[in-house]
């Protein structure tokens, strides 16, 4: 339960105004987030930081410097046991990495093919480490143990326990490789969507271990880092530290919104849901079922093949604001075909972006289409096939120095 009594520092107006019975969780990075002026939003049951200073400026920095998110309200599970690894096949609809260090972006069905959530599963020295969103925590932990029925693995809830920070932007090995110091070399060799674990025992940090995985929800260069929940936010103060020679700023979840927007990410719960199938999201790229056993095994195969034509959710961009919920998507007739349910204004391209949920499934082909109000739709629309940002992925995949 959050306390009703905070110190008497700046900023702070947004805790005094929460109900005395507020009962949200915090995240172990609170203290640094006070001090720093934060203003708080509740998600999901937890107080995050929503901004610290200017949304923009803290986008801005995540794109050209480097910027620290608190993103500890994910839900985090361990699998352990002799059939950890088939409890890992059965569930995930992306295959599984088969080496130490290895990661993988996946979704996670029920047996008619819906998806339960979005996920990243890592593959760990001892276990299998999974990362699901913060509103599916639950449900994700219920799924992976009804999945495990008859296997000897054990899927627990370590959320408590470990702590989860992002450190994101084109400087930010700069930033984490000064802090490693002696540990340096073990994560240079870190390929995009991998993971190493480092004893930390007589590092400066003090730390006991951390889990450095080269993963991220901005599209840009990143890390994030998972350590013991009670040595968190000495980590957090001592990366402010190092990276303040970079130009690092703490940033909060009104930029990583518009960040994973700008880089067409889809948002769990906000442009997808468990009504719809990988496919339907415009995640068929993430399914790869041929020749396993993997639960919704019939719906996935079949819809694989061809996902743009099942897909329903797809990245936009317009020279106006686009209004959520109320920005609506119409084509020459004036018909109603889909609606926004993300935007952002991107500095970056200079445009505005948002992802599109459409009514029927497939690509809109060469239909022109304008976005507005309820009643009237008058701005031109492009919808793409991927990023509109880094759609080579250069800035995700580059080489650490």
Request: glycine share 10%; hydrophobic share 40%; aromatic share 6%.
């Amino acid at each position: 339960m959050l306390a009703t009594h905070t110190p008497p520092v700046p900023h702070t107006a947004c805790l005094d105004e929460l109900p005395s019975d507020s009962m949200l969780r915090t995240t172990p990075y609170l203290a640094a987030h006070v001090e720093a002026g934060a203003v708080f939003a509740a998600k999901g049951g937890w107080l995050r930081p929503s901004h610290f200073v200017d949304p923009v400026a803290e986008q801005r920095a995540c794109r050209e410097a480097v910027a620290l998110f608190d993103v500890h309200s994910m839900g985090k599970m361990a699998i352990t046991g002799p059939d950890a690894d088939v409890l890992v096949e059965r569930v995930a609809a992306n295959t599984p990495p088969s080496e130490v260090g290895g990661a993988v972006y996946t979704t996670l069905c029920d047996p008619a093919g819906r998806m339960i959530d979005d996920a990243v599963i890592y593959r760990c020295n001892h276990e299998w480490f999974v990362m699901c969103g913060t509103g599916s925590r639950w449900v994700v932990a219920e799924h992976l143990r009804s999945c495990s029925d008859g296997l000897q693995a054990t899927v627990r809830d370590v959320t408590a326990e470990r702590a989860y920070m992002a450190l994101q932007g084109p400087r930010a090995w700069d930033v984490l490789s000064l802090w490693l110091d002696g540990r340096r070399d073990d994560v240079q060799r870190l390929r995009y969507y991998n993971c190493v674990e480092l004893d930390m025992t007589d590092h400066h940090s003090g730390l006991d271990w951390c889990l450095v995985c080269r993963t991220g929800y901005t599209g840009e260069l990143g890390f994030e880092l998972i350590v013991p929940i009670d040595q968190a936010l000495s980590v957090w103060r001592s990366l402010r530290e190092f990276g303040r020679p970079s130009g690092l700023i703490p940033a909060g979840a009104t930029a990583l919104q518009a960040l994973r927007t700008e880089k067409g990410y889809r948002g769990f719960g906000a442009d997808i849901d468990r009504t719809m199938t990988p496919a339907e999201a415009g995640l068929g790229w993430t399914v790869r079922v041929a020749g396993r056993s993997v639960i919704g095994q019939e719906v996935l195969e079949q819809q694989s093949g061809s996902p743009a034509d099942h897909c329903r959710v797809w990245p936009v961009m317009t020279g106006a604001d686009i209004p959520v919920g109320a920005g609506v998507l119409r084509a020459d007739s004036n018909e109603v075909v889909g609606r926004i349910t993300s935007s952002a204004h991107s500095p970056t391209l200079d445009r505005h972006v948002g992802i599109a949920r459409f009514v029927i499934p497939g690509w809109p082909g060469d239909t022109p289409l304008c976005v507005g109000l309820d009643d009237v739709a008058s701005h031109p629309i492009t919808v793409g096939r991927g990023s509109f940002l880094d759609p080579k992925r250069t800035r995700l995949t580059a080489e650490l120095h």
